[in-house]
Nanobody, 118 residues
Framework: QVQLVESGGGLVQAGGSLRLSCAASGRLFSTDDMGWYRQAPGKQRELVAAITGGGRTKYADSVKGRFTISRDNAQNTLYLAMNSLKPEDTAVYYC????????????WGQGTQVTVSS
């Protein structure tokens, strides 16, 4: 059974940094597309950053230049390094994985809270 467990969230002041981790189990994810999403209160869940099995990345405009997504296939772990954090980055951050011919298999982690104080 596929499981994703996020960690690394917390409370940080504006301008600070955090590093989120997502430990995956249940299959080898080295060729799968993975991503980080976030959901703030009263808002829809949105894509923050994604990385393909081949290592290509994409970012939401709001985090470009501040966040970096990476993966360690040997450890089956996904990371999100977040720098220059802003209060508007406050949200629950979720790890996501998709695989299959058309990405029909999709799993989510339980989420980790990130709170940025001004």
């Amino acid at each position: 059974q596929v499981q994703l467990v996020e960690s690394g969230g917390g409370l940080v002041q504006a301008g600070g940094s955090l590093r989120l981790s997502c430990a995956a189990s249940g299959r080898l994810f080295s060729t799968d597309d993975m991503g980080w999403y976030r959901q703030a209160p009263g808002k829809q869940r949105e894509l923050v950053a994604a990385i393909t099995g081949g290592g290509r990345t994409k970012y939401a405009d709001s985090v470009k230049g501040r966040f970096t997504i990476s993966r360690d296939n040997a450890q089956n772990t996904l990371y999100l390094a977040m720098n220059s954090l802003k209060p508007e980055d406050t949200a629950v951050y979720y790890c996501n994985i998709k695989y299959g011919l058309v990405g029909e298999y999709e799993y989510w982690g339980q989420g980790t809270q990130v709170t940025v104080s001004s």
